[in-house]
């Protein structure tokens, strides 16, 4: 099957500090890839779409000043937390939508940063 | 009201036995439905997509009922190592958005 990357696997940062994130699509083209962050227990939440050469879409309620993300390619999205604070610790998964014409849209799922801000 | 709901669990078997899972979800307009198995601190992976005739694969049957938009897994003869967490998952939107259960945390004992 399609295999994303993510790294790093995880990070410990200061408070204050910037981390940035990378998910690859290893060996297929994504022209959306998603970026998602799960609390301990909770369920994967949805932070942004992002397509390949336009503005990500996100969430309600997500700060989009403060989640940076960029994909400026097909197979490499970013997302950037700014001004990290312990309560964006968390894990984050990417995934990768394959650009399939007429679907079926299957996402794949990297192996998730685990951020921890001291 | 969540958009999907499921028993958190932990649902706790011995090797062998059945189980069986079950989820709701609010948006009527939802399109297609999943269950993903997810082990501790890794991605989600996918499980089986769920169909609405429902749909077996090996040890594993799905379950969809649209009216009342209720999605159910059963697990036949448990082994140890479906162990893990299990999300249902509901897509719907333009932009096929995945929305996640919390999971049903599964254990299953020698």
């Known amino acids: 099957g399609a295999v994303v990357s993510q790294h790093p696997s995880w990070v410990i940062c200061k408070s204050g500090t910037s981390v940035k994130i990378e998910c690859r699509s290893l060996?297929?083209?994504?022209?959306?890839m998603f970026w998602y962050r799960q609390f301990p227990k909770q369920s994967l939440m949805l932070m942004a779409t992002?397509?390949?050469?336009?503005?990500?879409?996100?969430e309600q309620g997500v700060e989009k000043d403060k989640f940076l993300i960029n994909h400026a390619s097909l197979t490499l999205s970013t997302l950037t937390v700014t001004s990290a604070h312990p309560e964006d610790s968390s894990f984050y998964i990417c995934?990768?939508?394959?650009?399939?014409?007429?679907?079926?849209?299957?996402?794949?799922f990297g192996p998730g940063t685990r951020l921890t801000v001291t | 009201r969540k958009e999907v709901e499921q028993d958190p669990g932990p649902f706790n078997v011995p090797e062998g036995a059945t189980v069986a899972f079950n989820c709701t979800y609010s948006?009527?307009?939802?399109?297609?439905f999943f269950w993903y198995r997810q082990d501790c601190r890794k991605e989600p992976k996918l499980l089986m997509s769920?169909?609405?005739s429902g749909n077996e694969d090996g040890r594993f049957t799905a379950q969809l009922n649209r009216a009342s938009q209720y999605i159910s897994l059963l697990i036949r003869d448990s082994k140890l190592s479906d162990s893990a967490t299990y999300l249902c998952?509901?897509?719907?939107?333009?932009?096929?958005?995945?929305?996640f259960g919390t999971g049903t945390r599964l254990l299953v004992s020698p």
């Open positions: 998952v509901v897509k719907w939107g333009g932009f096929q958005k995945l929305v």
């Open positions: 060996d297929f083209q994504a022209t959306t």
């Open positions: 995934s990768a939508r394959e650009a399939l014409a007429g679907g079926p849209y299957e996402q794949y």
């Open positions: 769920v169909y609405s």
């Open positions: 948006n009527s307009a939802s399109q297609s």
């Open positions: 992002s397509n390949e050469g336009s503005k990500a879409t996100y």
